[in-house]
Nanobody
Framework: QVQLVESGGGLVEAGGSLRLSCVASGSISRVNHMGWYRQAPGKQRELVASTSSGSITNYVDSVKGRFTISRDNAKNTVYLQMNSLKPEDTAVYYC??????????????WGQGTQVTVSS
């Protein structure tokens, strides 16, 4: 059994910063890609940033230069540093990871989500 647990969301004023964390735990053999998605009310879930097992990163254009994704492979943890936040960044942020379990089953796992609210 694998779990992803996010933390670090909250309420912040426009221009402020937040740091999200996501820890993968359980029956893990290897963590492949890790990433952050977000879903705003009435909108589809979108990929915000991702990082491969070799730390190659990818960002949606709207967050380039403001958000930074990083990972600590020893801790099976991925972070999302969010700076210069804007009201349009308001959403529920979800962690996603591709994980090979000790039972040699590979799958995509999701966290429960953490709310980020940016006030204007």
């Amino acid at each position: 059994q694998v779990q992803l647990v996010e933390s670090g969301g909250g309420l912040v004023e426009a221009g402020g910063s937040l740091r999200l964390s996501c820890v993968a735990s359980g029956s893990i053999s290897r963590v492949n890609h890790m990433g952050w998605y977000r879903q705003a009310p009435g909108k589809q879930r979108e990929l915000v940033a991702s990082t491969s097992s070799g730390s190659i990163t990818n960002y949606v254009d709207s967050v380039k230069g403001r958000f930074t994704i990083s990972r600590d492979n020893a801790k099976n943890t991925v972070y999302l540093q969010m700076n210069s936040l804007k009201p349009e960044d308001t959403a529920v942020y979800y962690c996603n990871a591709g994980i090979l379990t000790l039972q040699l089953s590979f799958g995509a796992y999701w966290g429960q989500g953490t709310q980020v609210t940016v006030s204007s």
